[in-house]
């Protein structure tokens, strides 16, 4: 079964900056999209970004300046995050969708201290 792989995640002073990487386990040809997702406590999962396969980006309006989604490979995907803010800490999720199919990572946490 694929399996996306989130990594990169963890704890980090506000202001300060992380990459996020996602990565599929095997070949499941070239990701139409490819994206980020975030769950706060108590909130639905919302949009952070998304790349499409020709290289076309959308950002949530909260993110936008800060946040610079890259297709690093047909299967991999990497989220650079800066001046980061308490509001960003939540479960950050990789999103596939390819060959009309759609894979989800596990999540990985993301946590902004004030």
């Known amino acids: 079964q694929v399996q996306l792989v989130e990594s990169g995640g963890g704890l980090v002073q506000a202001g300060g900056s992380l990459r996020l990487s996602c990565v599929a386990s095997?070949?499941?040809?070239?990701?139409?999209?490819m994206g980020w997702y975030r769950q706060a406590p108590g909130k639905q999962r919302d949009l952070v970004a998304t790349?499409?396969?020709?290289?076309?980006t959308n950002y949530a309006d909260s993110v936008k300046g800060r946040f610079t989604i890259s297709r690093t490979s047909a299967n991999s995907v990497s989220l650079q995050m800066n001046s980061l803010k308490p509001e960003d800490t939540a479960v950050y999720y990789c999103?596939?969708?390819?060959?009309?199919?759609?894979?989800w990572g596990k999540g990985i946490q993301v946590t902004v201290s004030s």
């Open positions: 095997e070949w499941i040809g070239t990701a139409n999209v």
């Open positions: 790349i499409m396969r020709d290289g076309g």
């Open positions: 999103y596939y969708y390819s060959q009309y199919n759609h894979y």
